[in-house]
């Protein structure tokens, strides 16, 4: 491998100029220059467009795009940018999150370090306005006890979008971003890059990039729709079927997952569609749900939302 390699950070970007400021000033402040940012505005409004690009406009090896042809979204906007990105890595940062600034500097290193490596995995922490204001630490154990595929399924997810380095080449033979989903892009390709049989490294060391998680408006904090609901579901079921034989999971847990959708379609008063994937949950071979049915789900988190009020 060559010495010298360059890293494309890729944001997609709509509207939020305001925290999207912050996110480029993380970018900015890098200890290491082998970096570009491409940015890929997404149908913002003319006035936050503007500062957008204004921003972007601020350093040479930020560079600003408007999304081309009428299919939007921010995969749409990420797979548009890996193909103008002249990085040997990628990084997949949102326009609210934060990298620190020796993000590039650690990551190369540790390229360098593994270059047989089709990406990479980096820890990271949660925020809600500064970076370091929470203690929730996101990262994998030691030895990890689960397989990373099982840990997707099971809800707990060892890594989020930004903590990856991509090896470019890795991440266009796996097919990119689906542009066909509106829920879970991140979760499906991660998943569906680990059915591959990957060669992957996991760095341990403190964290280098930050998940804004109760702003106002954060990506995270999207409202969860029927429709956002049944994609969910959708990707589930297709990931699944997708798993290699060697690392097949017990149906159990794919019950246990779809129980916790029928949980989030009850929260959001989607009683049909609640109901619809709880029956789909008990069916699976394993399921420990037998007792399982709307009503006794909805007390459950009545119960359970008035114990933390009061906990408060």
């Keep these: 491998m060559a010495d010298f390699m360059k890293i494309s950070i890729i944001t997609p970007v709509r509207n939020r100029a305001t925290l999207f400021k912050e996110t480029a000033h993380s970018v900015f402040s890098q200890t290491s220059s082998d970096w570009e940012w491409i940015v ?100 994998f154990p030691e030895p990890a006890i689960r397989s990373d595929i099982y840990r997707f399924f099971a809800m707990d997810s060892p890594w989020i979008t930004t903590g990856v380095l991509w090896r470019r080449s890795f991440f266009e033979r796996v097919g990119g971003w689906d542009e066909s989903l509106k829920a879970w892009q991140d979760w499906e390709l991660n998943v569906r890059a680990l059915t591959q049989s990957p060669n992957y490294v996991r760095i341990y060391q403190q964290a280098d990039c930050f998940w804004r998680k109760d702003a106002s408006g954060a990506i995270g904090m999207q409202k969860h729709t029927e429709s956002k609901l049944k994609e969910m579901w959708k990707v589930v079921l297709k990931s699944w079927e997708k798993i290699p034989a060697k690392e097949q999971l017990p149906e159990e847990v794919l019950s246990r997952l779809e129980f916790e959708l029928s949980r989030k379609a009850l929260k959001h008063r989607k009683f049909k569609l609640a109901h619809k994937i709880l029956a789909s949950a008990k069916r699976r071979k394993g399921a420990r749900l037998q007792g399982a049915n709307i009503i006794t789900v909805f007390v459950r988190i009545v119960f359970t939302t008035l114990f933390r009020r009061l906990a408060l």
């Design 40 to 139: 890929v505005d997404d149908s913002s409004d003319q006035e936050n467009s503007d500062q957008i690009e204004s921003v972007c406009g601020e350093n040479k090896q930020a560079h600003f795009f408007k999304r081309e042809g009428d299919l939007g979204g921010a995969c749409v906007s990420r797979n548009q940018a890996v193909k103008k990105a002249q990085g040997d890595y990628l990084i997949f940062l949102d326009a609210d999150d934060l990298l620190s600034h020796c993000c590039v500097q650690k990551r190369l290193n540790a390229a360098k370090k593994h270059p047989e490596a089709d990406f990479l995995v980096f820890p990271n922490r949660s925020f809600c306005e500064t970076a370091m204001d929470l203690t929730e630490f996101k990262s």
